[in-house]
């Protein structure tokens, strides 16, 4: 019984601290008392009710039935599953790499000092990032239309008919058109994180390394990218958690066609449970869903176990 009494005497102690402290730690939790309260009706009860309805067969009209891990042995026969599955990765990686590595050249480029060329190649970069993912898709898929689309009529105007494509109903290139816009829309906002970083780096680390004779190269490479490694990690992070769990600009350029070629896990996880042909499976829909969550959290962790090894 002592030690139940002194475990939480330690947790009380943990959490009000001194007496003299414990108006200040109070008052501290119940400002945070709202924003837990909204997290857990709207984020922690939803996710939590996904994850038990994996377990379950439902389709909204039959009553809900246990049906424990049928769902998830289901995905290992599900080809549609493997395909999103793999087309997910596939864009995730995509978009982490470019997205971290030429945003960080570019901002390198500008923090040279262009001038007003500079701030404005800055602002016209950033304008896409504030455009939702639904305008960018529907914006992107008039410009890729293969008969009235902008890109072809431009390609044929200045005599590049050849290279004509249909950007979104070749299932070869499908997806490379998607990662295209994707890229487009967060381009500049990563290019603005790394412009950000840089302006924090100390010039008297550049005027060491150019004494030292280092020439753009190397002082990019052994004093711009390891002080810019916090800011780095944050990117690839982000990268990871919109890859896995883009949607909306997919679903709106190709529905996850043509024939899965761009099906993501998020655009099967929509067609599974509430565009179905027949009745919709929101249990399977929800392992899906869980599956997601899973990439996601290990992302995360991928973040956390990066942040401890790093040394900045």
């Excluded at 939480?8 to 108006?23: C, I």
């Excluded at 190269?217 to 780095?232: A, D, G, H, S």
Aim: aromatic share 12%; hydrophobic share 55%; charged share 10%.
């Amino acid at each position: 019984m002592s030690q139940i009494e002194s475990l939480f005497g330690r947790l009380a102690s943990v959490l009000l601290g001194s007496p003299n402290g414990r108006q200040e730690r109070i008052a501290g939790l119940t400002m945070i008392l709202p924003a837990f309260i909204f997290f857990v009706l709207f984020i922690g009860i939803p996710i939590t009710q996904t994850v038990l309805l994996g377990f379950q067969k439902w389709n909204a009209i039959a009553p809900a039935e246990w049906v424990g891990l049928d769902n998830y042995v289901h995905m290992l026969d599900d080809k549609v599953f493997a395909r999103a599955l793999f087309v997910t990765l596939i864009l995730t990686a995509a978009l982490t790499i470019i997205l971290t590595v030429v945003p960080q050249i570019i901002a390198v480029l500008f923090n040279m000092g262009w001038g007003t060329f500079g701030t404005i190649g800055r602002t016209m970069m950033f304008m896409p990032s504030i455009i939702s993912w639904v305008v960018t898709g529907a914006l992107w898929k008039l410009i890729l239309d293969p008969n009235l689309g902008s890109l072809n009529r431009l390609l044929q105007g200045v005599g590049l008919a050849a290279l004509q494509q249909n950007w979104l109903g070749d299932r070869n290139i499908v997806l490379w058109s998607i990662s295209g816009v994707a890229i487009w829309q967060q381009f500049g906002l990563y290019v603005i994180i790394f412009f950000a970083g840089i302006q924090t780096i100390d010039s008297a680390l550049y005027e060491a390394a150019a004494i030292d004779g280092a020439n753009g190269i190397q002082r990019f490479l052994n004093v711009t990218v390891p002080m810019l490694r916090p800011v780095t990690l944050m990117v690839v992070t982000l990268n990871l958690l919109n890859g896995i769990k883009l949607f909306d600009v997919i679903y709106v350029m190709t529905e996850g066609g043509p024939v899965n070629a761009s099906q993501t896990l998020g655009t099967y996880v929509y067609r599974v449970a509430f565009a179905n042909p027949g009745l919709p499976d929101f249990g399977y829909g929800s392992a899906l869903s869980t599956v997601i969550l899973f990439l996601c959290i290990l992302a995360l962790f991928f973040q956390i176990w990066m942040t401890k090894r790093a040394k900045y």
